[in-house]
Structures are given as structure tokens and as C-alpha cells.
């Protein structure tokens, strides 16, 4: 961003600042004092662990050339803008830097693989032109504002992700993105403890009621409740299918992208998370407004047409040529904890360990029992949260969809693990089931399988493993159990 002290305190309703001060320019903001750099604006948020009013001092020692702050900060030295609410003023200034750039705003919503969407469409269109995005999964009311004021504001594209919990979550987001394209990826169960009334898909479909003047809707036509939803907006909208809908953008999965010469997925040609780089890659069919044409994309599964589906028909409505679309996808990676994988021994792991609900569980379980094929199959999982009055439900259907895939072993940490057991046994799972409490845990339980009940069926061939959970599980530790070198 390039905003003065002037223009700050004008979009706030604050008094002018006197003389020439008025005229210094901020070039980006913070709300961690370890990121500010000369020029920033610091803005202090009140958090139920931290208050950044108490760093807003080592912020002007780091450099910041202002600070937004919810009450008076006496001795500054630097200005200070007070105001009732620092992150709703956090939205406003970028709603101003919204204005004043060029880009064609992408938002990007859904319930499952919005990250692994918004990171492969930014891979996409930075082949197209200059691109910002934010990064990871920083998508809420302060993680999105603050990516959309650290661009430089001469881009072509903006790449932003939405992501919501609460009521009026996407109100304040859609606010200050006004998209020029809205893409909704899906809609299911996930944080249905604070959307459950109106329902999810509402909810989601509210990012088209803030459209751009001339924007446009892109939809999965795959979910009923959100198509529904989408057109009682009124938008302009497009749809996709990963299902076979009738739709102008369509995609399907034809298998396991070909290994390339030196990429051997087994690790003999390759080793660690070159492997399973190698292992994750899909084939898809696409189908672009009339044009159609083979892809690879580095999701391997049925789940992955619906990314492939839904990068392809941002691009293409951005202007993107089919070519430049097929090369972005090959040459994307999928972010960290979304199902990236590294061979560990004669086991391919599956980290999708950042969250979990029930349409992303489902769809990486698939994914993963598909990938082991007449391997050894293992799932490592966590409770899913926020889902409210419905929690017990969806972890019992969680362990009948388990059971369908025959898993050799259940391992599982976190609340919620009787109703999973529940939905096991009603589906006659007879495998392995084994709760956990921590990493130490894990270790031993994952030593006695490999002596006692899998060694003999994965010694050949390996096996595979999917770690996947809720954030507050940390099921990454039970990953650096088999990835650091520990004896297990």
C-alpha cells in the first residue's frame, strides 16, 4: 500500500494531521511488532492471549511509522490513530486500497480446499500477470485485510481467500474484497456451531451479494443447497461441475498422472518428499466452454476435479488461454499440511494435517485409500470442530464411511472417538483401533503395529498413512514422529 497520514485519518473520520507530516507515507501494515518494517503502520489487535497494545511501543523502535490503536497510547513517538474498533478499521483502510488498484479481485470461499484453489489459481495467473495473494490460510477479518493493504497495488490479479465461522463473517470480508470474480467452491458441514441456523451454503453465498459492478459469480453447480443459495442472490453466475452437471466448466479424473523419468514414486528413483511429489500428482479431463484437453495437477483423487474444474473456469473467465491454464497447473504444489507427502521407509505419509471437517475428511480419506490401492492402508486422525449439536452425528457417519474403505488400522486422537468407534462397528470394520493421547503415544502404538499386525503385508510394498484433524489436534507432531529420525 502507499497511503498517508492524511488519507488514513480521512477514511477513519479522525482529525487531519497539521503541517507536513500529514503528507508521510505508510507502505505496509503489521499486527505482529516482529513484522513491522520502516514504514509500517502497526496496528494493535486485543486478542484473548496477547494485546498488541502492550507492543506498540517496540513497534515504533522496529520502525513503524504509525499506530492504530483502540485507546491512548501516552509517549509515543510516533502518531497514533484511535479508534473504537482496530480490526473494523483494519477493513475500512483496505476497502480504501481496494479502490485505488487495478487488479481483477478474485474471492475465493468454500468449506473444503479453498487454500489448495486460491494457491493453485495465484500459480495460474501469475503465468498471466502480476498476482497477490494471501497467504496460506490467512482469511479471516484481520489476516485478509492486512494481505490486501501489503500488496503493491499495481498487480493484475488479486487472489484472496474468505474464510468464515460466524454470522456476518462474510459481510465484513465481501466489504472489503467487492470481487470482480467470486468463486465458491462447495459447500458442507464445517463450523456449524456458528452457521448452522441459516445453513452453510447461505452463508457462503453471501460473498455475491458484494460483487464488483460488472462482476461475476463462478459456482459448483455439484451442491444443491449452494446453487439454490447462489441464485437467489441475483449475481451473475457461472457454474462448474466435477459431477457431471450440466455446466460450461467441467473436469473428471482420469488416475495417476505418468511418473516422469527420475520422479520413481516408490522412492526407488526419488527419495523423501520428491517421492511423494511424484506419487500426487493426477490426470484430469477439462472441459473449458466448448474446448477440452488433458491436465495434470498435483491432486491425485476424485476430490481433485473439483480444484481443476474450478482453477480452469477462473482462468478462462479472467481471459487466461487454455495452454497458460494447463502449464499453471502442472506447475503447482499444494501448500503445507494439504496432503503433501514424504516417504519415510517403506511408508508414503500423507500430511493433510492443517484442518478437518466432514467433506474434507471424506475426500482426502478417499483420496488416500485410493492412493494405497492393495497396500496397507492406515488413517490417522482427529476430532473435527465447531460442529456443534451436530459433532456426535458426524463422527459416527465418519466411522461407517471409514469401514467402507477397510483401513488396516484406525488410529485416533481426540474427542469424539466413541461415536467414531460407534459408526465402525455398525459398519463391521474388523481392522485395527487404536485411540491415542499424544506423540509418545503414537510412537509406541505405531511400533506395535509394524512388529504385531502390519510388517508382514507392508514389508514388500510399503504402505500409506493420512494424518488428518482439526488445527487444535496437532496431528503434525504425530508426523515428525516418522519424518525426524526417530527409531519407532
Given at each position: 500500500?502507499?497511503?498517508?497520514?492524511?488519507?488514513?485519518?480521512?477514511?477513519?473520520?479522525?482529525?487531519?494531521?497539521?503541517?507536513?507530516?500529514?503528507?508521510?507515507?505508510?507502505?505496509?501494515?503489521?499486527?505482529?511488532?516482529?513484522?513491522?518494517?520502516?514504514?509500517?503502520?502497526?496496528?494493535?489487535?486485543?486478542?484473548?492471549?496477547?494485546?498488541?497494545?502492550?507492543?506498540?511501543?517496540?513497534?515504533?523502535?522496529?520502525?513503524?511509522?504509525?499506530?492504530?490503536?483502540?485507546?491512548?497510547?501516552?509517549?509515543?513517538?510516533?502518531?497514533?490513530?484511535?479508534?473504537?474498533?482496530?480490526?473494523?478499521?483494519?477493513?475500512?483502510?483496505?476497502?480504501?486500497?481496494?479502490?485505488?488498484?487495478?487488479?481483477?479481485?478474485?474471492?475465493?470461499?468454500?468449506?473444503?480446499?479453498k487454500t489448495t484453489v486460491k494457491e493453485t489459481l495465484a500459480r495460474v495467473l501469475s503465468l498471466a500477470g502480476k498476482t497477490a495473494r494471501n497467504a496460506m490460510n490467512?482469511?479471516?477479518?484481520?489476516?485478509?485485510?492486512?494481505?490486501?493493504?501489503?500488496?503493491?497495488?499495481?498487480?493484475?490479479?488479486?487472489?484472496?481467500?474468505?474464510?468464515?465461522?460466524?454470522?456476518?463473517?462474510?459481510?465484513?470480508?465481501?466489504?472489503?474484497?467487492?470481487?470482480?470474480?467470486?468463486?465458491?467452491?462447495?459447500?458442507?458441514?464445517?463450523?456449524?456451531?456458528?452457521?448452522?441456523?441459516?445453513?452453510?451454503?447461505?452463508?457462503?453465498?453471501?460473498?455475491?451479494?458484494?460483487?464488483?459492478?460488472?462482476?461475476?459469480?463462478?459456482?459448483?453447480?455439484?451442491?444443491?443447497?449452494?446453487?439454490?443459495?447462489?441464485?437467489?442472490?441475483?449475481?451473475?453466475?457461472?457454474?462448474?461441475?466435477?459431477?457431471?452437471?450440466?455446466?460450461?466448466?467441467?473436469?473428471?479424473?482420469?488416475?495417476?498422472?505418468?511418473?516422469?523419468?527420475?520422479?520413481?514414486?516408490?522412492?526407488?528413483?526419488?527419495?523423501?518428499?520428491?517421492?511423494?511429489?511424484?506419487?500426487?500428482?493426477?490426470?484430469?479431463?477439462?472441459?473449458?466452454?466448448?474446448?477440452?484437453?488433458?491436465?495434470?495437477?498435483?491432486?491425485?483423487?476424485?476430490?481433485?476435479?473439483?480444484?481443476?474444474?474450478?482453477?480452469?473456469?477462473?482462468?478462462?473467465?479472467?481471459?487466461?488461454?487454455?495452454?497458460?491454464?494447463?502449464?499453471?497447473?502442472?506447475?503447482?504444489?499444494?501448500?503445507?499440511?494439504?496432503?503433501?507427502?514424504?516417504?519415510?521407509?517403506?511408508?508414503?505419509?500423507?500430511?493433510?494435517?492443517?484442518?478437518?471437517?466432514?467433506?474434507?475428511?471424506?475426500?482426502?480419506?478417499?483420496?488416500?485409500?485410493?492412493?494405497?490401492?492393495?497396500?496397507?492402508?492406515?488413517?490417522?486422525?482427529?476430532?473435527?470442530?465447531?460442529?456443534?449439536?451436530?459433532?456426535?452425528?458426524?463422527?459416527?457417519?465418519?466411522?461407517?464411511?471409514?469401514?467402507?474403505?477397510?483401513?488396516?488400522?484406525?488410529?485416533?486422537?481426540?474427542?469424539?472417538?466413541?461415536?467414531?468407534?460407534?459408526?465402525?462397528?455398525?459398519?463391521?470394520?474388523?481392522?485395527?483401533?487404536?485411540?491415542?493421547?499424544?506423540?509418545?503415544?503414537?510412537?509406541?502404538?505405531?511400533?506395535?503395529?509394524?512388529?504385531?499386525?502390519?510388517?508382514?503385508?507392508?514389508?514388500?510394498?510399503?504402505?500409506?498413512?493420512?494424518?488428518?484433524?482439526?488445527?487444535?489436534?496437532?496431528?503434525?507432531?504425530?508426523?515428525?514422529?516418522?519424518?525426524?529420525?526417530?527409531?519407532?
Amino acid at each position: 500500500m502507499r497511503l498517508t497520514l492524511h488519507e488514513i485519518a480521512s477514511c477513519l473520520g479522525l482529525p487531519r494531521f497539521s503541517g507536513s507530516e500529514e503528507h508521510t507515507v505508510l507502505t505496509s501494515v503489521a499486527t505482529d511488532s516482529r513484522a513491522v518494517v520502516p514504514g509500517s503502520l502497526f496496528v494493535c489487535v486485543s486478542g484473548c492471549r496477547v494485546d498488541g497494545h502492550d507492543f506498540a511501543a517496540k513497534a515504533a523502535e522496529q520502525g513503524a511509522g504509525a499506530i492504530l490503536a483502540s485507546r491512548s497510547l501516552p509517549h509515543m513517538t510516533v502518531p497514533v490513530f484511535v479508534v473504537p474498533d482496530t480490526v473494523r478499521a483494519l477493513g475500512s483502510l483496505a476497502a480504501l486500497w481496494r479502490d485505488r488498484t487495478k487488479a481483477r479481485v478474485v474471492g475465493v470461499t468454500g468449506t473444503a480446499g479453498k487454500t489448495t484453489v486460491k494457491e493453485t489459481l495465484a500459480r495460474v495467473l501469475s503465468l498471466a500477470g502480476k498476482t497477490a495473494r494471501n497467504a496460506m490460510n490467512n482469511n479471516n477479518q484481520i489476516g485478509m485485510p492486512r494481505a490486501v493493504l501489503n500488496t503493491d497495488g499495481d498487480e493484475d490479479f488479486w487472489v484472496m481467500e474468505a474464510g468464515i465461522s460466524q454470522p456476518g463473517d462474510m459481510d465484513d470480508l465481501g466489504a472489503v474484497l467487492r470481487p470482480d470474480l467470486a468463486l465458491i467452491l462447495n459447500a458442507g458441514a464445517a463450523h456449524t456451531e456458528g452457521l448452522g441456523e441459516k445453513g452453510v451454503a447461505w452463508h457462503k453465498a453471501r460473498l455475491l451479494s458484494y460483487l464488483a459492478k460488472g462482476g461475476k459469480g463462478l459456482v459448483s453447480a455439484d451442491y444443491p443447497d449452494l446453487a439454490r443459495e447462489a441464485r437467489a442472490t441475483g449475481a451473475d453466475i457461472r457454474f462448474f461441475s466435477a459431477a457431471g452437471q450440466d455446466a460450461a466448466f467441467r473436469a473428471s479424473y482420469l488416475g495417476a498422472a505418468p511418473v516422469a523419468a527420475g520422479e520413481d514414486a516408490a522412492g526407488a528413483g526419488a527419495a523423501g518428499e520428491d517421492a511423494g511429489m511424484a506419487a500426487s500428482r493426477g490426470k484430469y479431463r477439462l472441459w473449458l466452454d466448448g474446448t477440452e484437453l488433458d491436465v495434470i495437477a498435483p491432486f491425485r483423487g476424485e476430490y481433485g476435479a473439483e480444484n481443476v474444474a474450478a482453477v480452469a473456469a477462473a482462468a478462462h473467465t479472467l481471459g487466461v488461454d487454455a495452454s497458460t491454464i494447463a502449464q499453471g497447473l502442472a506447475d503447482a504444489r499444494m501448500p503445507a499440511q494439504r496432503f503433501n507427502q514424504v516417504q519415510a521407509g517403506s511408508w508414503l505419509l500423507i500430511d493433510d494435517t492443517y484442518n478437518a471437517n466432514p467433506l474434507s475428511m471424506r475426500r482426502m480419506l478417499e483420496a488416500a485409500a485410493e492412493q494405497a490401492g492393495s497396500r496397507p492402508f492406515v488413517a490417522v486422525l482427529g476430532a473435527m470442530l465447531e460442529l456443534g449439536a451436530q459433532a456426535a452425528a458426524e463422527h459416527e457417519e465418519l466411522g461407517r464411511h471409514l469401514a467402507r474403505l477397510k483401513p488396516a488400522a484406525v488410529i485416533w486422537k481426540g474427542t469424539c472417538a466413541e461415536d467414531v468407534r460407534r459408526g465402525l462397528d455398525m459398519a463391521g470394520y474388523a481392522g485395527v483401533w487404536q485411540p491415542v493421547a499424544d506423540a509418545e503415544d503414537f510412537a509406541k502404538v505405531w511400533r506395535d503395529l509394524q512388529r504385531h499386525k502390519l510388517e508382514a503385508s507392508a514389508s514388500a510394498c510399503g504402505g500409506v498413512a493420512l494424518f488428518k484433524g482439526s488445527r487444535s489436534n496437532r496431528l503434525e507432531t504425530l508426523v515428525s514422529v516418522l519424518t525426524n529420525g526417530r527409531e519407532v
